[in-house]
């Protein structure tokens, strides 16, 4: 049986996704997350964290730990790639979804999502680079990281960043941790932050805010 949705909040929905389409947010600030590929050790603290948080079943995961892995010995190289949403400047994902469930917020550039207007139809998912929507076969509906909006807004950081044991995984503003300037645990002497890694789409496609310290077998 559909789901009912209220013909208000909807038709409000709509109204602000045409609005961001059209004239995407330019946020106060843009927060974004920084991870560490080489130093991470993979214990997955911060998915479970994660899924702990949501409440998540079986399947989907907001935070994804990525093993790579590669060469042939002696040369042989292993590291790890660590992603959730990355609340991308331009996102895809906004102007796919057909109820207006996902928005971009103005003061943090969180791209947020009302899964309650969320109607199953998956097209976020599929616009989406990175994986970032998730499919809940509980609840069928699609849902997805929105930084612990909830933790921003108590002045404190996500789950996740805050289960990571080894401190290689933080956020702050994406020029910032971009530059190399934010005073972070994730980043150290010497090294700079890059926006892309092996394997990962394009940024410039939807120009997301997350910056890596690249494994030298990692670096594009």
Known sequence: MAKKLDKAEVKKALERKVA???????????????????????????EIACKDKNDLPAGP??????????GSFPDVYAYKVNMSCNHCAEPACLP??????????????????DSTLCIGCRRCEAACPYGAPQWDPKEQIVKKCNMCIDELQAGRKP???????????????????????????????G?????????????????????????SKGKV
Not at 26 to 42: E, M, S, T, Y
Not at 99 to 105: N, P
Not at 166 to 173: F, K
């Open 96 to 113: 796919a979804c057909p109820s207006g469930a996902i928005w971009k917020r103005a003061d943090n550039g969180v791209v947020d999502i």
């Open 20 to 46: 961001q389409t059209t004239r995407p947010v330019q946020p106060k600030a843009q927060l974004g997350f920084i991870h560490h590929n080489v130093d991470c050790i993979g214990c997955r603290a911060c």
């Open 191 to 215: 090294e700079m932050p890059v926006r892309q890694v092996k394997n990962m789409a394009n940024p410039e496609l939807t120009r997301p805010s997350i910056v890596f310290i690249p494994h």
């Open 159 to 189: 789950y996740c960043v805050m289960a990571c044991m080894m401190r290689v995984l933080d956020i702050g503003p994406i020029e910032a941790l971009a530059a190399g300037t934010w005073k972070t645990t994730a980043l150290g002497p």
């Open 61 to 70: 995961r907001f935070r994804r730990v990525m093993y790579v892995e590669g």
